[in-house]
């Protein structure tokens, strides 16, 4: 009776976690996937990117500048290259897992076996770890958008500078209305390193005078006509002139509103399935234990013969 009820929970073990290794093995396709589509897109926004740096030069060609969109490229192909690695070192993983949890369940392969449950335990512990941090610690995100700002604004060298960094922290500006950390004072607290003599003419102009610069040309808003470019020198205010928007808040305003409760729900999904590797786990070992048995009460094939002494 013992032998069978086990023999059941041995073949729903096996069910449950064939199913929901199918599930992840389709999961890890996804993600590798999108691995390999990432770098595909990267090609398709350079080219969105050319044309929106394109726009932005020719509405700022009365500036002295020097973009470096070749440095800016680098810089994409980095982080695309990343993140695209990234996916794919997962995606291959989670299919390897998922095989081995299936080859383990399905035929008790007792190597599988160990070793998905190693996995499956490693993976338990990181993802409650990461549970735990995040509930611990919700601001985090935040925090790492302050530093990289803060990091930005103190190494800032201007639009005539080559420095990849500063070329960053002009397009957040731009795409995001808004300047500095704070506001556009931390450019007088914070940017040392920051070159201020930029090159400014009039459209009816054809040489540059220049100033002493207040604020970074992209802390202007670049809706309005190229003569509001002078809102870098003028210290003019809105709507010339984003400085008293500070990129944090503008960040953490839209990380509050939008982003907080979606990453919220990511991670109760998380700890949800916790539960689901748990049973996992213990699945893996119910199925190693009863294959260990099985190999243990096999009989032995050979027979053996006793002979018997021959009557005269």
């Known amino acids: 009776m ?18 929901v290794n199918v599930l992840t093995a389709i999961l ?17 926004v350079r080219s969105a990117f050319d044309q929106h740096v394109s726009s932005m030069l020719t509405t700022t060609d009365n500036i002295e500048t020097s973009v470096d969109v070749e440095s800016l490229h680098q810089a994409m192909a980095s982080n695309t290259m990343i993140s695209a690695i990234v996916f794919i070192i997962l995606g291959v993983l989670i299919i390897v897992m998922s095989c081995l949890g299936c080859c383990g369940a399905c035929w008790g392969v007792p190597s599988c076996l160990i070793i998905y449950s190693v996995l499956v335990a490693l993976v338990l512990l990181s993802q409650a770890g990461l549970v735990i941090f995040w509930f611990t610690n919700s601001d985090v995100m935040k925090d790492c958008s302050r530093n990289w700002l803060e990091e930005q604004v103190k ?13 960053q922290l002009d397009v957040v500006q731009v795409v995001g209305g808004c300047c500095g950390v704070n506001n556009g004072n931390d450019f007088y607290t914070m940017a040392t390193n920051w070159n201020r003599t930029i090159g400014y003419r009039s459209n009816n102009k054809t040489k540059f005078s220049y100033y002493n610069a207040s604020y970074p040309f992209s802390c202007c808003n670049y809706y309005l006509e190229r003569q509001d470019f002078k809102c870098a020198y003028a210290n003019l205010s809105d709507p010339y002139s984003n400085r008293q928007n500070g990129c944090y808040e503008k960040f953490a305003s839209v990380f509050d509103n939008y982003l907080k409760s979606g990453f919220d729900r ?4 998380v700890a949800g399935w916790l539960g689901v590797e748990i049973l996992l786990l213990l699945g893996a ?11 243990e009460d096999i009989p032995h094939s050979g027979v053996q013969y006793k002979m018997q002494p021959q009557m005269a």
């Open 266 to 269: 990511l991670f109760f999904g």
């Open 155 to 167: 190494n800032y060298k201007g639009s005539q500078n080559r420095d990849v960094g500063s070329m």
């Open 2 to 19: 013992g032998s069978g009820c086990l023999t059941c929970c041995r073949w729903c073990c096996c069910c449950f976690i064939s199913f």
């Open 285 to 295: 070992l119910l199925i190693f234990y009863h294959k260990r048995q099985q190999d």
């Open 28 to 44: 890890g396709l996804a993600l590798l996937a999108t691995g390999c589509l990432t770098l595909w897109a990267y090609w398709v």
